[in-house]
């Protein structure tokens, strides 16, 4: 399985990114594509994540942190998922990774199978 990363960037606060991950070499029955973030010298926390798969559910978790101002959606091309980022804080800030689970989406960063490269997200004025 291999995850590749898109997006990211600099912004100030109050905007807007997305963020792009594709997922190849998984199984397409049913499994969690997510996004944690890592602070500077904080560790790996929870951001969102999907079912996805023609079994998945499309239900979309969030943590409270960012609920009401990202969205998780599935791309247009096969085993993509977007997270849209709106009205973004310098907390905010980090490398975002995408994870995939080959079952279902957890909070826990121990629990996924495969991580991406990481993309920076800088929030700053």
């Known amino acids: 399985v291999q995850l590749v990363e898109s997006g990211g960037g600099l912004v100030r606060p109050g905007g807007s990114l997305r963020l792009s991950c594709s997922a190849s070499?998984?199984?397409?029955?049913?499994?969690?594509i997510a996004w944690f973030r890592q602070g500077p010298g904080e560790e790996r926390e929870f951001v969102s994540g999907m079912n996805v798969g023609y079994a998945g559910d499309g239900r979309s978790y969030y943590s409270d942190s960012v609920k009401g101002r990202f969205t998780i959606s599935s791309g247009t091309a096969k085993n993509t998922v977007n997270l849209q980022m709106t009205s973004l804080k310098p907390e905010d800030t980090g490398v975002y990774y995408c994870?995939?689970?080959?079952?279902?989406?957890?909070?826990?960063?121990?629990?996924?199978?495969?991580w991406g490269q990481g993309s920076q997200v800088t929030v700053s004025s």
């Open positions: 994870a995939v689970d080959l079952t279902l989406c957890y909070s826990e960063a121990g629990e996924y199978d495969y």
């Open positions: 070499g998984v199984a397409d029955d049913e499994y969690c």
